[in-house]
C-alpha cells in the first residue's frame, strides 16, 4: 500500500465523551466488522474495561476505506487509555501516529483530560480534526463548543465536524476528514529496518504480542529482529494487523501498524517506545524513550493467610501482562505475609486488587496507598522509602522530600470555592486560576500523598461530578513529614502507619482514631486506640468492653431480628484478621485512611 493513501489516527477524549461508541461507527460503517459480529465497545477488551466504561490498554484497528474520490485508504485507528494513571502510554501511542480526532462532548464542553490529552496530542506534532459529539441531545451546543476549543485550547475549530456517535449523523464526513485533513505518514522503504514498540500484552496461546508501528524499511514473517532498549534478539513466529481481530500479512511496510509475535515469554522484556530494528541493522533508537516507573505503592495481604501462595501466583500472572506493576514480597508483624506493590496510579491500584479479588477469588487487605520519599539521613546518606514500615527513628533522619504534583482541575464556577479549599486543605499552592465560559480552570501544586487517597473521590463528591481532574508529576520537595503510628491495644499495626505533614498529624490521627473505634467491633475487654509520633501519643480513644449477651437488648427480643444480628456477626468474622487479641475487620484498612 502506497504511503500516501494511509491515515494513522489516534482519538482523544475526555472519559464518557464518547471516544468508545465513535470508534465502533467507524468500524461498523466501514464494514470492518460484518454487522451480525458487531458488539458495542468493540475495542475495549478486557472485562473491566467494559464493567468500568475505561479503555485501559491502547487497542488498535485497521479500517479500509474508500473515499468520496474513489480511492482506496487504510486507516490506522489506536485507541489510547483515557485515564490520567497512563498518561506514559498515551503519550508513547501518540508518537506512533500523524493525527488525531478531538472528540467532545457537546453538551458538556472541555474537560481536564480533554486538554491533557490535547496537548499529548500537540506535543506529537499532530494535524487535529475537533469532532463535537452527541449533537442528537436538545443540550448539544455546538457552537459554545468551538469557542471554548479555540479559546482554551487555542486550536482552529472551523473544520470541526458534529456528530452523532449514536445516530451515526456525521460519521461519513468524519472518514473523509480524516482522509482529507491529516497527513500521510512518512518513511523510506528502502532503509534499514526501524520500527516502534507501542504496546504489548501477553495472549495464553501466542505468548507477548507486540503493537509495532512502522517508521523505515520492512518486517517479515521469519525475520530475526532486535529490541534496541534491552539488545534481545527474537526470532519473529508472525505478522499481521488488527481488523480488529488478529489478520495475518506477509509483510508491513512503513507507515504500517501492525503485530508481531515472536515466543516472547514476558510483556517484562517488551518496552513501550522502544525501537526495532533487523538483528544486524544498526539504526539510532527513538528519541524520549523511558520505561513507567511506578509511584504509588501499597502492601497487599490476604485475608486467609492460607492464600499466600495462591495470591502469588495471581501476581505472577498479571505481572507477566502489565509491565508498569512492581512487587516485592513484604512481611508484615500483624498482616503476615504479603506483597508490597507499585502502581502507576490509584486507578491502576484498584484494577489490579479488584481483579485479584475478582479472577482469582481472593480476598484482600490493602494498606495505606503510600508515595515514594526521598529520605535523608543525617550521616550524608539517603534511600528511598517505598513503605511508611520501613521509616527509620526519626532522630537520625535530616530531612524528607516528598513528590509534588501540578494538578489542572475544570470546574462550574458555582463548585469553584468548594474546590479552592479542597486544595488548600490537602496543602496546595495555587499556580493559576483562568475562566473560559462559565468554568474555570484552576492550576494547583499539590503533594501527591495528599490526592492518593480519596482526593478525587472528594472533588467529585463537593462538585457533584462537574469537575474534572488531570495530573503530572513536577519535582520532590522537602517539607515537616513525619511518620505516624497505629497502636490497637497497645500494640502497633504497620500496616496502618503513615507518612504525613506534622501540622496536619494531630486531626489526621484524631480523625484515623474515631473511625477505628466506629470499625472495631466491641470486644469483651476494654481497647485502647491511639495514634503516636514516635513515643509521643497524639490521639487516644477508648472502645469500652462489650456486654455478656450482645443480643439482649435488642428490641424487646425479637427472634428473627436477633438471628439476623448473629449472622451478621458471623459473616463480619470471616473478613476480619487477629491484632494480638484483637479482631480488625478488614474494611477497616481502608475506611479509616479515608479523610472527610
Ligand atoms: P468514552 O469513555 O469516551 O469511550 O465514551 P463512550 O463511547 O463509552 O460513551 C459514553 C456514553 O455516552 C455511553 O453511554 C454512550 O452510549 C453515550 N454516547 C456516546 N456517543 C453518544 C451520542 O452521540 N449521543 C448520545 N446521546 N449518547 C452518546
Ligand atoms: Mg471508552
Given amino acids: 500500500i502506497a504511503l500516501s493513501h494511509i491515515r494513522n489516527f489516534s482519538i482523544v477524549a475526555h472519559i464518557d465523551h464518547g471516544k468508545s461508541t465513535l470508534a465502533d461507527r467507524l468500524i461498523q460503517s466501514t464494514n470492518t466488522v460484518a454487522e451480525r459480529d458487531m458488539k458495542a465497545q468493540m475495542l475495549d477488551s478486557m472485562d473491566i474495561e467494559r464493567e468500568r466504561g475505561i479503555t485501559i490498554k491502547a487497542n488498535t484497528v485497521r479500517i479500509d476505506y474508500t473515499a468520496q474520490n474513489g480511492e482506496a485508504y487504510v486507516l490506522n485507528l489506536i485507541d489510547t487509555p483515557g485515564h490520567v494513571d497512563f498518561a506514559y502510554e498515551v503519550s508513547r501511542s501518540m508518537r506512533a501516529v500523524e493525527g488525531s480526532l478531538l472528540v467532545v462532548d457537546s453538551t458538556q464542553g472541555v474537560e481536564a483530560q480533554t486538554l491533557a490529552n490535547v496537548y499529548h496530542a500537540i506535543d506529537a506534532d499532530h494535524e487535529i480534526v475537533p469532532v463535537f459529539n452527541k449533537i442528537d441531545l436538545p443540550a448539544s451546543d455546538v457552537s459554545r463548543v468551538a469557542e471554548q476549543v479555540e479559546d482554551v485550547i487555542g486550536i482552529d475549530a472551523s473544520g470541526a465536524i458534529a456528530v452523532s456517535a449514536k445516530t451515526g449523523e456525521g460519521i461519513n464526513e468524519t472518514l473523509e476528514a480524516i482522509v482529507q485533513h491529516l497527513p500521510a505518514p512518512t518513511g523510506d522503504v528502502d532503509a534499514p529496518l526501524k520500527a516502534m514498540l507501542v504496546d504489548s500484552w501477553y495472549d495464553s496461546y501466542l505468548g507477548v504480542i507486540v503493537l509495532v508501528r512502522i517508521i523505515d524499511g520492512k518486517l517479515k514473517k521469519g525475520e530475526k529482529v532486535k529490541f534496541l532498549s534491552n539488545d534481545t534478539i527474537h526470532h519473529v513466529d508472525r505478522i499481521g494487523v488488527f481488523r480488529p481481530e488478529m489478520t495475518p500479512v506477509d509483510e508491513l511496510g512503513p507507515g504500517e501498524i501492525g503485530f508481531l509475535t515472536a515466543s516472547i515469554k514476558q510483556v517484562r522484556d517488551t518496552r513501550v517506545g522502544d525501537t526495532i530494528t533487523h538483528q544486524r541493522e544498526e539504526v539510532e533508537p527513538l528519541p524520549g524513550f523511558q520505561p513507567a516507573q511506578p509511584v504509588v505503592f501499597c502492601g497487599l495481604f490476604p485475608v486467609d493467610s492460607a ?10 500472572k498479571l505481572a507477566l501482562n502489565d509491565a508498569s506493576f512492581s512487587f516485592e514480597m513484604e512481611s508484615s508483624a500483624a498482616l503476615g505475609f504479603g506483597f508490597r506493590c507499585g502502581f502507576l496510579g490509584l486507578l491502576h491500584l484498584e484494577v489490579i486488587r479488584d481483579r485479584i479479588e475478582r479472577e482469582y477469588d481472593i480476598d484482600l487487605i490493602t494498606t495505606a496507598p503510600s508515595v515514594i520519599y526521598h529520605v535523608h539521613m543525617r550521616d550524608g546518606t539517603s534511600f528511598d522509602l517505598h513503605n511508611p514500615a520501613d521509616m527509620p527513628d526519626m532522630t537520625h533522619v535530616d530531612h524528607i522530600e516528598e513528590p509534588r504534583i501540578k494538578a489542572t482541575i475544570l470546574v462550574p464556577d458555582e463548585y469553584l470555592g ?109 481497647i485502647p486506640i491511639q495514634a503516636a509520633i514516635g513515643g509521643k501519643v497524639i490521639a487516644r480513644e477508648t472502645l469500652s468492653a462489650m456486654r455478656k449477651d450482645v443480643t439482649a437488648k435488642c428490641y424487646g427480643g425479637d427472634a428473627s431480628r436477633k438471628r439476623k444480628l448473629l449472622d451478621k456477626q458471623k459473616a463480619g468474622k470471616k473478613k476480619m484478621r487477629q491484632f494480638g487479641k484483637v479482631d480488625i475487620p478488614q474494611e477497616a484498612f481502608i475506611s479509616a485512611l479515608k479523610m472527610d
Fill in 307 to 316: 492464600l499466600f501462595e495462591d495470591l502469588r501466583e495471581a501476581i505472577d
Fill in 418 to 526: 468548594e474546590v479552592l479549599k479542597l486544595c488548600q486543605d490537602r496543602r496546595g499552592i495555587q499556580e493559576d486560576l483562568t475562566y473560559a465560559g462559565s468554568r474555570a480552570m484552576a492550576v494547583y501544586d499539590l503533594p501527591l500523598n495528599e490526592v492518593v487517597f480519596d482526593f478525587y473521590d472528594r472533588l467529585k463528591s463537593v462538585t457533584k461530578g462537574y469537575a474534572s481532574f488531570d495530573y503530572s508529576l513536577k519535582d520532590y520537595r522537602e517539607d515537616n513529614l513525619v511518620k505516624m503510628s497505629v497502636l490497637v491495644n497497645d500494640e502497633p499495626v504497620d500496616a496502618l502507619s503513615m507518612m504525613v505533614h506534622r501540622d496536619r498529624a494531630e486531626t489526621r490521627g484524631r480523625a484515623m482514631v474515631e473511625k477505628l473505634k466506629d470499625l472495631i467491633p466491641r470486644h469483651m475487654f476494654k
